[in-house]
Antibody
């Protein structure tokens, strides 16, 4: 059974930093593109970033470029999202998802940016 | 690429069919010949779940009352007979052009 388990969410002040983690199991993590998708409260889904299998290519939505960094550790079956210079508009549930077609999803991690 | 879904809200009687439309601002055929248009269901309080990939392929465990069709810029999710567990928000998503983009969602409710 595929499982994606996010952690690291929480309350942070504007301008602060947070690091999300996602641990994968039940599929060959090292063979899969991985993504982060977010959902602001009461809103729709927004792709945030994705990373190639070997970690050598990564892509971001324009609104987070230069502030967020996606990375992975295939030895630990883990995906990360380092979020710096956080803004109130970054408040959302952040999901990790497998493949470029978002086949499997985690349960989400809530990030709240507020003073 | 902008993905536009209609309707925004869809009240349906149990046992009746339902359809959700998704239109893209550009054609979605990739250079490899595939069309990367997918459908997702998000039940209240749950994570999204992929139902259909590449227009018409149903994911494992998805009831066969769900089907997808379409080509070019116009796509449709069909539910042959709506059940209570189908309540939620449905999203289309394109992965052909960068960046990946979701539709705004269609909320299905029971009439």
């Amino acid at each position: 059974e595929v499982q994606l388990v996010e952690s690291g969410g929480g309350l942070v002040q504007p301008g602060g930093s947070l690091r999300l983690s996602c641990v994968a199991s039940g599929f060959t993590f090292s063979s899969s593109w991985m993504s982060w998708v977010r959902q602001a409260p009461g809103k729709g889904l927004e792709w945030v970033a994705n990373i190639k299998q070997d970690g050598n290519e990564a892509y971001y939505v324009d609104s987070v470029k230069g502030r967020f960094t996606i990375s992975r550790d295939n030895a630990k079956n883990s995906l990360y999202l380092q979020m710096n210079s956080l803004r109130p508009e970054d408040t959302a549930v952040y999901y990790c998802a497998s493949r470029t077609s978002f086949k499997d999803w985690g349960q989400g991690a809530l990030v709240t940016v507020s003073s | 690429v902008v993905m536009t879904q209609s309707p925004h809200s869809l009240p349906v009687t149990l046992g009746q069919p339902a359809s959700i439309s998704c239109r893209s601002s550009q054609g979605l055929v990739f250079s490899d010949g595939s069309t990367y248009l997918h459908w997702f269901q998000q039940r209240p309080g749950q994570s999204p779940r992929r139902l259909i990939y590449t227009v018409s392929n149903r994911d494992s465990g998805v009831p066969d009352r769900f089907s997808g069709s379409g080509s070019g810029t116009d796509f449709t999710l069909h539910i042959s007979r709506v059940e209570a567990e189908d309540v939620g928000v449905y999203y289309c998503m394109q992965g052909t052009h960068w960046p990946p983009a979701f539709g705004q969602g269609t909320k299905l409710e029971i009439k």
